[in-house]
Structure formats: structure tokens, C-alpha cells
T-cell receptor, first 112, second 112 residues
Framework: DGGITQSPKYLFRKEGQNVTLSCEQN?????MYWYRQDPGQGLRLIYY???????QKGDIAEGYSVSREKKESFPLTVTSAQKNPTAFYLC???????????FGPGTRLTVT | GQSLEQPSEVTAVEGAIVQINCTYQ??????LSWYQQHDGGAPTFLSY????GLEETGRFSSFLSRSDSYGYLLLQELQMKDSASYFC?????????????FGTGTKLQVIP
């Protein structure tokens, strides 16, 4: 089955720790995206990548970092510099400049 | 900056028709997508407009007016399972890259 996987579904961390969220896709999509969603809010773009070894900052990139070493993988690191990291994180992929994004199931991160 | 505005909540009766509006202010705009998200789930693609006019996909239709920077999603023959949040999303070309900016979301409640 083709799709996007994110792991883990729930993640708990102590304040001051970096944490890396996994995102893998086997859809052969070139473009991948990371979004953050807070309760009752829309999706805000953190980082996006259209090709391997290239990525761009989205609207709220501060305190986050990404890498795109393989087409299938786009991990997101939430660093200790992110002031309010508790949120629902969604990864998506698409064919380049295509209208439709495919989303993973999300990771709910809680930092205390 | 980029912004998309939607009503925060809409309530409609099962079997009825409901319209969810989206007004946008973006540069580099080239299309408007719509997504559905059930509580705790991932967004799923519903419809897309690149040109002015109405696009119909089963019970769902979407409309775009570029001159008015306005679009809407029309849901017909409402079912209880349509209770969810609905997001408009602008596809934007910036510096040769494609990014997507999501609206604030509209929570639809379908009542018997």
C-alpha cells in the first residue's frame, strides 16, 4: 500500500530536549511538507522540500530543522529553541506543483 | 503576508445544503484546494479550482472567483458523517517554489 507514515503517534518529551519526528512516503512524490496544528486552528507551514537536498522555510520555521537526504524521508527536528512545541504535527507529500497533498496520520507532541 | 479567512463554525441540518466561504489575500496565487479533517485525523483532499467557476465532485462542489479573491465549498445532501472541519488552501508560487497556505478552518456540525 502506498502512503505516508509518521511515527510515533504520540510523543512526550521534557522541556529543553530536542526531538525528531519521522516522516516516510512510498508514493514517489518529489515534494514534502511539514505542518503544525494547534487545537482549533488551521495548519501552519513549517518547512517544505521539492527535491532531495533542498528545502525551504515556511511561515513558522524558527526552532525547527529538517533534512532531505532521501526522496522518501523528510524528518523534522523540534529543537529546544522552539518556545511552544506542544502541538499536532502533520507531514504531507505531493507530486510537484500538484493540487493535492497526501497527509500522514500525524504525531501529537507534548513537551512538559 | 498571506491570509485566508473562513467562518469558524457552521451548523446545518442533515439532508440540507451548506456553503463554506473562503476569502484570500495572497501573492503568487495559482489555485485553491479544499480539505476535510475529522477530529484527531489527517486532512483529506476534496476539490480544487485553478480557473474561475464551479467544479463538481459528487456531493461536493467548489467555486472560485479570482477577481474577487473568493471561493466556496458547497456540500449537498448533508450526512452526519460530514461533521468535520473544512479548510481552504491556496497554492502559491514563490521564488520558483510551490507552497501551500491553509485557511483558518470551518467546523461544520450536521444536526438531525
Amino acid at each position: 500500500d502506498g502512503g505516508i507514515t509518521q511515527s510515533p503517534k504520540y510523543l512526550f518529551r521534557k522541556e529543553g530536549q530536542n526531538v525528531t519526528l519521522s516522516c516516510e512516503q512510498n508514493l514517489n512524490h518529489d515534494a514534502m511538507y511539514w505542518y503544525r496544528q494547534d487545537p482549533g486552528q488551521g495548519l501552519r507551514l513549517i518547512y517544505y522540500s521539492q527535491i532531495v537536498n533542498d528545502f525551504q522555510k515556511g511561515d513558522i520555521a524558527e526552532g525547527y530543522s529538517v533534512s532531505r537526504e532521501k526522496k522518501e524521508s523528510f524528518p523534522l527536528t523540534v529543537t529546544s529553541a522552539q518556545k511552544n512545541p506542544t502541538a499536532f504535527y502533520l507531514c504531507a507529500s505531493s507530486i510537484n506543483r500538484d493540487r493535492e497533498q497526501y497527509f500522514g496520520p500525524g504525531t501529537r507532541l507534548t513537551v512538559t | 503576508g498571506q491570509s485566508l479567512e473562513q467562518p469558524s463554525e457552521v451548523t446545518a441540518v442533515e439532508g440540507a445544503i451548506v456553503q463554506i466561504n473562503c476569502t484570500y489575500q495572497t501573492s503568487g496565487f495559482y489555485g485553491l484546494s479544499w480539505y476535510q479533517q475529522h477530529d484527531g485525523g489527517a486532512p483529506t483532499f476534496l476539490s480544487y479550482n485553478a480557473l474561475d467557476g464551479l467544479e463538481e465532485t459528487g456531493r461536493f462542489s467548489s467555486f472560485l472567483s479570482r477577481s474577487d479573491s473568493y471561493g466556496y465549498l458547497l456540500l449537498q445532501e448533508l450526512q452526519m458523517k460530514d461533521s468535520a472541519s473544512y479548510f481552504c488552501a491556496a497554492l502559491i508560487l514563490t521564488g520558483g517554489y510551490q507552497k501551500v497556505t491553509f485557511g483558518t478552518g470551518t467546523k461544520l456540525q450536521v444536526i438531525p
